[in-house]
Antibody, heavy 119, light 110 residues
Framework: QLQLQESGPGLVKPSETLSLTCSVS??????????WGWIRQSPGKGLEWIGS???????YHNPSLKSRVIMSVNTSKNQFSLKLTSVTAADTAVYYC???????????WGQGTLVTVSS | QSALTQPASVSGSPGQSITISCTGT?????????VSWYQQHPGKAPKLMIY???NRPSGLSNRFSGSKSGNTASLTISGLQAEDEAEYFC??????????FGSGTKVTVL
């Protein structure tokens, strides 16, 4: 059974870079049928797709965040990562990683990790 | 990209059927059969309920069904049960090759 688990700091200072990693287990990491995605959920903005990356490293971005998002993949560790630069309080949210099917749906999701931006 | 419009809340009694709508435009919901639905209980990760408008993941109860008419997709829950009380949201692929989320609907079982 495919499982995803987010990891990373729960507190980031304003103007710094948020860094998260998602570890994938129990299934195939290399497939052309899907990508690996990041989604966040905040009280003020609801759910928002951040972007996705495939195992080859091709990236797909939400245009509203593209200038601040860096995604990477490590196939040897079955992991993919997110960096969000120049964070502000508006970036405080629960961040989820998920398998992103080429048909546009996300399944399964990681449990989510709360990241708070505060000094 | 504006969020897809969902009713803030829908309620029903056990055993009843309810329908949640997800309204977009011809550039997203109306233009593609790539609408998915998710259930989210408080403090938990979202769970896929419907993909590609009408398809249920393997093992999911057939009490959940999806449909689409024009720019509006719908999720119907039949035989409402207490465990169905949760937040539900939709996602659609868009003409801009991005994804747009619904605003979310809280389902209450009376």
């Amino acid at each position: 059974q495919l499982q995803l688990q987010e990891s990373g700091p729960g507190l980031v200072k304003p103007s710094e870079t948020l860094s998260l990693t998602c570890s994938v287990s129990g299934g195939s990491f290399r497939s052309s049928s899907y990508k690996w995605g990041w989604i966040r959920q905040s009280p003020g903005k609801g759910l928002e797709w951040i972007g996705s990356i495939n195992y080859s490293g091709n990236t797909y971005h939400n245009p509203s965040l593209k200038s601040r998002v860096i995604m990477s993949v490590n196939t040897s560790k079955n992991q993919f990562s997110l960096k969000l630069t120049s964070v502000t309080a508006a970036d405080t949210a629960v961040y989820y990683c998920a398998r992103h099917d080429n048909g546009g749906w996300f399944d399964p999701w990681g449990q989510g990790t709360l990241v708070t931006v505060s000094s | 990209q504006s969020a897809l419009t969902q009713p803030a809340s829908v309620s029903g009694s056990p055993g009843q059927s309810i329908t949640i709508s997800c309204t977009g435009t011809s550039s997203d919901v109306g233009g593609y059969d790539y609408v998915s639905w998710y259930q989210q209980h408080p403090g938990k990760a979202p769970k896929l309920m419907i993909y590609e408008v009408t398809n249920r993941p393997s093992g999911l109860s057939n009490r959940f069904s999806g449909s689409k008419s024009g720019n509006t997709a719908s999720l119907t829950i039949s035989g409402l049960q207490a465990e169905d009380e949760a937040e539900y949201f939709c996602i659609s692929y868009t003409r801009s090759d991005t994804l747009v989320f619904g605003s979310g609907t809280k389902v209450t079982v009376l």
